[in-house]
């Protein structure tokens, strides 16, 4: 995306004032296109959304006309029929497409319902069974016994869960959270009422039979902070022992002992304890029961009594508490986010798809179909002679409203398919042939969208022009004059007064070696090579010596660098920092410099200025080239409605 901000000082976030397509004049016209107002108007909003001062319109109009002459360009060099522009910039347009290819009013019915679960708390009980067609049957069987009577619910999951933290429990569970489980799981247990049994769900990890056990408005969250005394894996001895030590520190704590130096000093919970025992704040079914029980069932500020749960003895501060958030932007955000991670990320754009297929009017033509389906059946596979048989079907295999799909079309994909038999070929074909109606349909979309809608053509235009722009502006400019050296030595022996030092400069080679001999070795083949050609001089050296010798071009002013300051101009040579293994070093080639006496010597300046020269010059012969006509009645009440 970096190349394309080239154009974007031309551009424009934020549309403000296109008219529809019936009031949104032409502008312009550039090399026989139409530009309309919406689109300067876009442009130029954008432009000076990015500036201190706001540039004037008649200034910012030859602007334009620039960057439309340079468009212009770009398309009779045929950069717009690249593979690389074509890739890129239907990824783009496809991307930026895709909310309007989605529907709101699902989305907005997924993000309300997943958003009323965080309002309620709901208990449940499960039965999990392998995720396996087995699993499936066992699952419906329990179902069906339990709903019969014929088997209770805690026995069924004693015998058969294979979750083993709820199983023992009589497959109790505990709450649900949100977001912490997978969404068919999480929806069937909202959607059950109490005491009823969840249809058999598959999770993707197993298949459940979920029991609702309560269902209550959401307690909130609570923020608490715990001294934990671990017992898990001590003998009766030295749990009893745990026992008297969180025994005794409660007692300290009734006496006025501060709760955040006693988790510091004691709690063998290492996460909370150096925070005092802060665990921040959490819901229910974030923490074991015995846990979240104590931490919910007291007011804010209390401590409460010793207690044991799996990990050890805890006691409990209730810092604060607070309710659900509300369903603003970042919540909104957050939930949209959850939802991209499972089934229901699909389910907008599949629902508005469906739409679009049926006011396209799209349909697949079933009589070529089963003509189709007689040709692979006849020859009983995929060939190169069926392929032909079937590119000879001059009839689309489907249509819809200001298009269709040819039989060849889909054939061109279906060659590159392997298939078993002429069976398994058909149902291919038949799935690509609904596939390809399916992007022909949102491709006219996209391109019906450019028409009606001003936000949507403008971005697509900006986008369109940007990797035009770059690409053209490399090739005659930036890249140009990087690569032109013999148009750049020309420019800057006829501007050479432009370029003057304050101070003498000193440029040379400098070779770096682990030794004088070595060296001695590299200026000895050095002499025997050109240095007219600066980089293939720095090759040719390294390749003969490779990773044994260093070299830098240098051009410095005295006491810009010590090692030049010592080598051109008779400084006291730098000490060694022994640690480099560079400990010898020569000048090749050095001398010092009045002022500078090539291109090489002043690069990054003039390369700026060619680049400048080259465009102005590009911009005259563009300004011969293609015709540009402004419609000046129509640029003046642009002007007075900017008053």
Known sequence: MKKHLFAAALTAATFLGAAAA???????????????????????????????????????LKMFIDYKLKVADAEHAGLQNTPAFIGEFDNYRAELAAPYLRSQAVEDSLVNEAYSHRLTDVYVSHIMLPNTPDGAKAADSLRTAILAGKLSFEDAAAANSIDRGSSSRGGKMGYVV?????????????????????PVVNSGMGFHIIRVESRTPSAGEVDASHILLLTRGKSPEETAAQKQRIDSLYNELAAGAD??????????????????????FFGRGMMVPEFEEAA????????????????????????????????????????????????????PQQVRVAELMAQYSATLNRPVLDEVHKVILAAGTVDSTVIAALNAIAKPVASYKGGSVSVADVAAKFAAV?????????????????????????AAVREDLAKTNADYRNLVNEYRDGILLYEIANRNVWDRASKDHEGLEAFFKANAGKYRWEQPKFKSYVFFASSDSLL?????????????????????????????????????????????????????KPAADGKSKWTSYRAYKGRVLEQPEEAADVRGAAVTDYQAKLEADWLKELHKRYKVKVNKKVFKKLKSEQK
Request: cysteine-free; overall charge negative; aromatic content about 10%.
């Open 178 to 198: 949100p977001d912490r489980f997978p969404w068919p799981f999480e929806k069937a247990s909202y959607d059950t009422a109490v005491g009823q049994l969840s």
């Open 259 to 280: 709760f955040a130096e006693l988790a510091k000093k004691y709690s063998e919970d290492p996460g909370s304890a150096k925070k005092g025992g802060e665990l921040g």
């Open 520 to 572: 001695d070795k590299a200026v000895e083949y050095a002499d025997s090579l050109s240095t007219d050609d600066p980089t293939a001089f720095t090759q040719d050296m390294r390749k003969r010596f490779g990773r044994d010798i260093k070299i830098e071009r240098v051009i410095a002013a005295k006491g810009e660098n010590a090692i030049t300051d010592y080598l051109g101009f008779g400084a006291e």
């Open 418 to 442: 392997s298939v078993p038999d002429a069976d398994a070929a058909n149902v291919r074909f038949d799935m690509l042939a609904d596939e390809a109606l399916r992007n022909a349909v949102l």
């Open 22 to 60: 019936d009031k949104d004049p032409v502008l312009m016209t550039v090399d026989g296109r139409d530009v309309h107002v919406s689109e300067f108007e876009y442009l130029y909003n954008k432009n000076n959304s990015q500036q201190l001062q706001q540039q004037p319109l008649d200034e910012y």
């Open 296 to 347: 919910f069932g007291l007011e804010d500020g209390k401590v409460s009594k010793p207690f044991a749960s799996s990990f050890g003895y805890h006691i409990v501060k209730r810092n604060g508490h607070r309710g659900a958030s509300p369903l603003d932007d970042a919540m909104r955000k957050q939930l949209l986010g959850a939802m991209q991670r499972d089934e229901r990320a699909q389910a």
